[in-house]
């Protein structure tokens, strides 16, 4: 599955990936006018600094069919074809083209993909014999980057908005931009990892807010809350923007923001945002009142009674041997 459409990181991932499960690589590998891979300029074409470094890793020729003869990989595109119209029919039979994850969706391309290589495995295993052995590792299949964390805990990645945890606040940050996934290194440590997210159809830019990262700081300042530029993105589920459109309306200004802010750090900290949240909405729901913040504070922080720990009184006498040097004499009769 290739997110974002072409990339030297989906093509990267992908070769690799198709290579490991081959058992070795051949000595040459073809594409067609992929940007990812050439550079299409009329006066040159040649290969990218990273494409070019890839085959030379796994030793692979890099070829591409001529420009304007797609007929040159008809081999191939017969078999695209062809897995195309079984994926169609697996599809139809399974009666929904929604899944709950891109996992499972892997899953289901999986089982399609390993039915169809059954028919021509004999003859796949002879050609195995000629290939190469695989190197010791992967290639680096990413882009990096040098950013350097805002104030607001932000960061920007090929014109999307990232919240990264506020311990990176004014942090230099190498990210390795994957075709699916994003990784942030401070040093050689790898502080965090976020799904990879791309603009919309139709506009610019886009974002990726998760409130975890902000919640403690802004938990300082919650009348900050009210004036974010990405404040619908930070309330996590659309039961937690009905409540917020809700306690909006029926308290003050300064005590709404303190409140959605509140019940924001309670759901992170106890790992409860969406039990919490139902229950808060049924009552929006059933014209009941909202809990005060500070009842919920005492539900879920509540006040542990603190333990009595017994305290003996050292025996003073012991601090005059000590500062006489009693503690010589008492040392040796211990030895003897």
């Not at 796994?58 to 119209?85: D, P, Q, W």
């Not at 919240?163 to 994003?182: A, C, F, Q, W």
Request: overall charge positive.
């Amino acid at each position: 599955i290739v997110l974002g459409g072409e990339s030297y990181s989906a093509l990267a991932d992908g070769l690799q990936s198709a290579l490991s499960l081959a058992g070795g690589s051949p000595v040459e590998h073809r594409t067609d006018s992929l940007s990812a891979a050439f550079i299409n300029s009329v006066e040159e074409q040649k290969l990218t600094q990273s494409y070019d470094a890839l085959c030379a890793h796994y030793n692979l020729r890099a070829t591409r069919n001529n420009r304007g003869m797609s007929h040159e990989n008809g081999a191939i595109e017969c078999a695209h074809g062809s897995f195309k119209r079984r994926l169609d029919q697996a599809l139809k039979l399974r009666g929904s083209a929604d899944f709950v994850a891109i996992n499972d969706y892997q899953a289901f391309l999986d089982k399609v993909t390993e039915r169809l290589n059954k028919r021509c495995q004999s003859r796949f295993k002879d050609e195995q014999l000629a290939l190469q052995a695989l190197p010791g590792e992967r290639f680096m299949d990413y882009s990096e980057l040098s950013l350097k964390v805002t104030r607001s805990s932000t960061l920007e990645v090929k014109r999307v908005l990232y919240t990264v945890p506020s311990r990176m606040i004014g942090e230099n940050v190498r990210v390795h931009v994957y075709h699916d996934r994003l990784a942030f290194f401070i040093g050689q440590t790898l502080t965090s990892t976020v799904a990879r997210v791309y603009p919309q159809a139709g506009q610019e830019r886009g974002r990726c807010i998760d409130y975890r990262h902000l919640i403690h700081s802004l938990s300082a300042k919650p009348q900050a809350f009210r004036f974010l530029q990405f404040r619908d993105e930070l309330l996590p589920t659309e039961t937690y923007r009905k409540l917020w459109q809700h306690c909006d309306q029926q308290l003050q200004p300064r005590d709404a923001c303190k409140w959605i802010v509140g019940v924001l750090r309670i759901a992170m900290d106890h790992d409860c945002e969406e039990r919490l949240g139902n229950e808060l909405l049924a009552q929006v729901d059933n014209n009941k009142p909202l809990p005060t913040l500070k009842a919920l504070q005492e539900r879920y922080l509540g006040t542990k009674p603190v333990p009595i720990i017994p305290a003996r009184q050292q025996d003073l006498a012991s601090y005059d041997h000590l500062l006489k040097g009693n503690w010589h004499r008492m040392e040796a009769v211990g030895h003897a």
